[in-house]
């Protein structure tokens, strides 16, 4: 199996920084796309960025600018450094991945457990 473990969530003040991790454990012989997700109460998860393996990057609309996915392949594990943070961007962040186990089987979607992101004053 896979795991994904999220860790530097927090509280934060309006305009601040975050750094979000997210190493991939387990079975792995293959990592596609890695990504960041949210969720705030009472509204659907949405995409905040992803990365592929080579180094290809996609952006929300809301957060182009100000955060920056990367990936460090060697290691499983991908980052989102969040800056000039938002109330708005309160919620809770999940990692996203796409992992092949071995050579013979499809890439399967996995989900971290989530990491609380809190923007206040």
């Known amino acids: ?5 999220e860790s530097g969530g927090g509280l934060v003040q309006p305009g601040g920084s975050l750094r979000l991790s997210c190493a991939a454990s387990g ?24 990365a592929t393996s080579g180094g290809h990057s996609n ?12 990936r460090d392949n060697a290691k499983n594990t ?9 109330p708005e961007d309160t919620a809770v962040y ?4 796409d992992v092949q186990m071995d050579r013979r089987t499809p890439f399967l979607n ?5 990491t609380q992101v809190t923007v206040s004053s």
């Open 1 to 5: 199996q896979v795991q994904l473990v």
């Open 27 to 50: 079975r792995i012989f293959s990592m596609n796309v890695m990504g960041w997700y949210r969720q705030a109460p009472g509204k659907p998860r949405e995409l905040v960025a992803t």
């Open 59 to 70: 952006y929300a609309d809301s957060v182009k600018g100000r955060f920056t996915i990367s």
């Open 78 to 86: 991908v980052y989102l450094q969040m800056n000039s943070l938002k």
């Open 94 to 97: 999940y990692c996203n991945a």
């Open 110 to 114: 996995y989900w971290g457990q989530g």
